[in-house]
């Protein structure tokens, strides 16, 4: 017998939830295949069997949260499918439950995974003790999650007398009485990234300067350059690794913006790897291009593409989404405007790229241009940056954006 556990997944990372079981009992599973898939704050983790044999017992459904080192699974090595066990002649009934409980457990898993309440695993483990239907607790917690104290105040509160009529539930909101609606469960991801982006304004002063950048000059360069760059280094140049390389002179020049604060102390981090944020199907994820001062515009380029792919296809790692210093993020793409970004995590500045607008823009007192601009914006921690250094810093990307010659020197 060998028991599938959650593995460890990271220092931060202490539970995760079972997105989806690739095996189901009776299944035959090598040693070393794939057995399920869990989903943590961060990425997808798919944990493989440690021995061949058959899947005898799935110990959570999908939609469970799981404690790392706990068991979720066994495996009966050289085991024999249910499917498969003969019963005897003396015993004809006692022979054929086997062949029966899995498919009636496999038929309630089925049926309770489609409406599943979100729980903390103290929660399920204190309703399942007192024999508490998590789906009738009562929770004041804005994304649904039932608590520990939850079910405790559910417990404490009066028997309701056999024979009389139940308490009436409150009305459903007006916009569900006779109008079509579907109710969607948050996925633990999505679920992390409203809790981060709540927890980052209420712990950070967070302020956001604005600039605009003429983008004449990058757009003509990558123009006359990208069909020899692309044959040179089999990547295209784009707009993010002229940003990157700009961003990299600008935190050399104010080094608060590339810090963290820890306390009463300043960590001024003397390294640049930069977070690019990168929209996926179940939320924004933002992983990290490692040492950009040392890297030219093709290798830049290069990690970006393969990183975007890794995290549209799920496979990013935990290591690819940690340890970033500064963070930019392109609402360009999706044709954004103007916004102002919200800080990642520790991090204490983010910049957010916008669409290239045709403008009209006063060249000088007599004349007039239309000119491709872009609005510029940078988030920050105020209790760090103070406003000057933040125009200070915009001023620099726009000054070595609107000039790429230097920054492909400084580069």
């Keep these: 017998m060998a028991e599938i556990k959650v593995p460890e997944l990271a220092e931060s990372i202490t539970e995760g939830t079972i997105a989806q079981w690739l095996k189901k009992p009776g299944d035959h599973v090598e040693k070393g295949e794939y057995i399920v898939e869990l989903e943590t704050d961060k990425v997808n983790v798919e944990v493989i069997s440690e021995e061949s044999g058959i899947v005898k017992e799935l110990k959570a459904a999908e939609g469970d949260t799981v404690q790392v080192g706990e068991v979720i699974a066994i495996v009966e090595a050289g085991g024999v499918q249910a499917a498969e066990a003969q019963p005897t002649a003396a015993e004809p009934e006692k022979a054929a439950a086997p062949v029966e409980e899995p498919q009636k457990e496999q038929a309630q898993t089925e049926a309770e995974k489609k409406d599943r309440p979100i729980a903390s695993p103290a929660a399920r483990k204190l309703a399942r003790e007192k024999g508490i239907d998590l789906s009738e607790v009562p929770t004041v917690d804005p994304l649904g999650r039932v608590r520990k104290q939850d079910i405790t105040s559910f417990s404490n509160q009066p028997v309701q007398p056999a024979g009389q009529a139940p308490t009436p539930k409150a009305a459903a909101p007006a916009q569900e009485e006779g109008k079509p609606v579907e109710r969607v469960r948050l996925s633990r991801r999505r679920q992390t990234i409203a809790k981060r982006l709540v927890e980052v304004q209420q712990n950070a002063a967070m302020l956001t300067t604005f600039n605009e950048i003429d983008m004449t000059a990058v757009m003509d360069l990558r123009k006359r350059k990208k069909d020899k760059f692309y044959e040179q280094h089999d990547v295209r140049l784009g707009f993010m690794s002229f940003f990157t390389k700009a961003v990299v002179s600008a935190l050399k020049k104010y080094p608060a913006v590339n810090s963290e604060l820890q306390g009463d102390e300043l960590l001024l981090k003397k390294f640049y790897d930069i977070g690019v944020a990168v929209s996926t199907d179940e939320g924004l994820v933002v992983p ?124």
């Design 288 to 411: 990290v291009i490692r040492d950009c001062d040392r890297k030219n515009f093709a290798e830049i380029e290069a990690d970006i593409l393969a990183v975007a792919k890794k995290a549209r296809d799920n496979k990013l790692a935990l290591s690819d989404l940690q340890g970033g210093t500064f963070t930019i993020t392109n609402g360009g793409v999706f044709g954004s405007l103007l916004s102002t970004p919200i800080l990642n995590g520790t991090q204490v500045g983010i910049l957010g790229m916008h669409t290239i607008q045709t403008r009209p823009v006063a060249i000088d007192a007599e004349r007039m241009e239309n000119r491709p601009m872009m609005y510029v914006a940078l988030s920050y921690d105020h209790r760090v940056i103070d406003g000057k250094e933040a125009v200070g810093f915009l001023v620099t990307i726009k000054k070595l954006l609107e000039n790429p010659e230097d920054l492909l020197l400084e580069g």
